[in-house]
């Protein structure tokens, strides 16, 4: 028994009655917010601008880069599963291979602004993803488009500046400071 039970008892106080719910019928279709699409490629395109002055590859494939120092080379398109897996372990051992699709090149990039780079990729592929194949959305959809809106206005606001000088600002970390320390 909870405490509020407890006090209502002690008190003689009846149990507040449950609130009545109505059917609630699922939308459906999902009204997307207009533009939407072209606030995702212009994201997508400025992240790619990036990809392509640092020397990355741009292409919508996977691809696989044979060693720390060595060029991300494309994958063929028509790998079955298996071949994929046959790839996969004819490495050598300790060669440091690794694989992935567009966004995942520049995850260690040694430069910030293709990281930023990256995870903009990332985020617009898989906002792309969701909202073509119609599934529900999750709270890690909401901070994506949260972070795509950042990213679109950082773009709009700095049209004719370079983006080089503009991505770093785009994770921001918050700042509480409690009353007693405005000195």
């Known amino acids: ?9 002690v008190w003689g106080l009846k149990p507040d009655p449950a609130p009545a719910l109505g059917e609630v019928e699922p939308d459906d279709e999902l009204e997307l917010p207009e533009g939407l699409p072209e606030q995702i490629r ?8 990036i990809y392509q002055r640092h020397g990355l590859p741009t ?6 880069r044979k060693g720390a120092d ?3 080379e494309p994958l063929p398109e028509k790998l079955t599963p298996p071949e994929k897996w046959a ?5 050598p051992r300790d060669a440091s291979w690794r694989y992935g699709d567009r966004a995942v090149v520049g995850r260690h990039h040694e430069i910030a602004e293709v990281r930023n780079a990256s995870t903009l990729l990332a985020t617009c592929d898989s906002l792309r993803r969701r909202l073509e194949g119609h599934e529900p959305v ?3 959809d909401i901070s994506d488009a949260m972070l795509l809106g950042t990213a679109a206005g950082v773009l709009m606001t700095t049209a004719h500046t370079p983006l080089s000088e503009h991505v770093e600002p785009i994770h921001v970390p918050l700042t509480f400071i409690a009353v007693d320390d405005e000195d």
């Not at 028994?1 to 008892?9: D, N």
């Not at 212009?42 to 601008?49: H, I």
């Not at 790839?87 to 490495?91: E, K, Q, R, T, V």
Request: glycine share 0%; hydrophobic share 55%; charged share 15%.
């Open 138 to 140: 999750s709270a890690q």
């Open 42 to 49: 212009t994201v997508e395109q400025a992240a790619l601008a």
């Open 1 to 9: 028994m909870s405490i509020v039970e407890r006090l209502r008892r």
């Open 59 to 64: 292409a919508p494939v996977s691809y696989l």
């Open 70 to 72: 060595m060029p991300w």
């Open 87 to 91: 790839l996969l372990n004819s490495a």
